[in-house]
């Protein structure tokens, strides 16, 4: 089975442009879970999308987003870009049905902006 | 809120020894999970062991165990017969064990950068 998959893996933008994200989760997993990762630090936590509803949010500007289809892949948007969203964003993915198990990560996608 | 510190920013062990990874944490909850993620230049956040906080056993999976004091909020990791493909980057993570349903949210310390010296 394919693991957690995301899109662009490295992607360029200038400020104030705007950027979208994508990830697909495990093959019946249901919870969809962002995260960001600036170099040198440990991941912040961002969303967390489970049956398509926001379960969690972090400490972001409103200038995030995200949503969740009904095939259970994610979307992340980020607004007017600043020098400081220059990171990798992670997602991961689980079953979503209580803790019993582990989050699954992909590999991210590093987001520069110049 | 929760936070978690670790203190040692890197970390370098001879192949085939043995190195602990050390991670503190604080909350107010009494009920909560801990792990310990690999960051390998892959990039991929790998699981490496978990422990729940309300199980006294120290969690091992194979030459990784933990060493969790409760009281003192302290969770550190052992690697022992280390090799090289266990150079990366290490995370310790808290999640709430609330029964929040759909709450999974991960709580991440800084993370150390561990050396395998062939």
């Known amino acids: 089975d394919a693991g957690v998959t995301q899109s662009p893996t490295h992607l360029i933008k200038t400020r104030g442009q705007h950027v979208t994200l994508r990830c697909s989760p495990i093959s019946g997993h249901k919870s969809v879970s962002w995260y960001q990762q600036v170099l040198g630090q440990g991941p912040q936590f961002i969303f967390q999308?489970?049956?398509?509803?926001?379960?969690g949010r972090g400490n972001f500007p409103d200038r995030f987003s995200a949503r969740q289809f009904p095939n259970y892949s994610s979307e992340l948007n980020v607004n007017a870009l600043l020098l400081g969203d220059s990171a990798l964003y992670l997602c991961?993915?689980?079953?979503?049905?209580?803790?019993?198990?582990?989050?699954?990560f992909g590999e991210g996608s590093r987001l520069t902006v110049l | 809120a929760q936070t978690v510190t670790q203190s040692q920013p890197e970390m370098s062990v001879q192949e085939a020894e043995t190195v602990t990874l050390s991670c503190t944490y604080d909350t107010s909850e009494s009920d909560y999970y801990l792990f310990w993620y690999k960051q390998p230049p892959s990039r991929q956040m790998i699981l490496v062991i978990r422990q729940e906080a309300y199980k006294q056993q120290n969690a091992t999976e194979n030459r990784f165990s933990v060493n969790f004091q409760k009281a003192a909020k302290s969770f550190s990791l052992k690697i022992s017969d280390s090799q090289l493909g266990d150079a990366a980057m290490y995370f310790c993570?808290?999640?709430?064990?609330?029964?929040?349903?759909?709450?999974?949210?991960?709580?991440f310390g800084t993370g150390t950068r561990l050396t395998i010296i062939p």
């Open positions: 991961a993915s689980s079953q979503g049905t209580g803790f019993t198990g582990e989050l699954f």
């Open positions: 993570a808290y999640r709430s064990a609330r029964m929040d349903f759909g709450n999974e949210k991960l709580t």
């Open positions: 999308y489970y049956e398509k509803e926001e379960r």
